[in-house]
């Protein structure tokens, strides 16, 4: 047994880190929820009252990213590598920044009409989300590596599709969109949510990594 593996045994997984992850991971889908709530409706004061509620679900996952950083100051044995730690807490972060900022473009530049790649999108980060939290989930028990892989290679499987929605969508803009304006529009808030899955993508990366260490 591993001098890492000697430690892991002592840990009190449940009781610091484990759990903030899983928040974290709660967190991302709820704020995914409301993306795509905003993206499907044309009520445009539900959109604006989704965007304030992402604004404060953003906020919330900066909180438990800064209390995983403390627990990582103030805890000498960790469940994994510190990095790792770290990288998956700064992931989490980023997927959170991401979805807040599509809500945020589109509030910001008016978008109206909604198109539907920014809908297949949308649905399509719900969907990396709660592999994501699947995924966390499963993270305190490493006997279940089976269930952790599954949803990392669905989360590179949404990626994927949202890379093909968001080129096709583009080189449509620039075919078919005369007003330059709103092709900017578009481009901006379609990059942000391709941007989010991407960022899934990454805690995907991450996630694998740990598995490899701690197997």
Known sequence: MSLNSIFQYFVPKDKKFFPLFEQAGSNLI????????SVHTSDLQLRKNNSKLLEDLEHKGDNLTHQIHLELGKNFITPFDREDIHALASSLDDVADFIHGASNRMELYKVIETSEPMKEISSLILEAT???AKALYELKDLKNIRNITDSCVRINSVENKADYIFDKAVAELFEFEKDAINLIKYKEVLSAMEDATDKCED???VLESILVKNA
């Not at 709820?30 to 709530?37: D, G, H, V």
């Open 30 to 37: 709820e704020m995914a929820k409301l993306l795509k709530e």
């Open 130 to 132: 709660e592999h994501v």
């Open 203 to 205: 805690v995907a990366n």
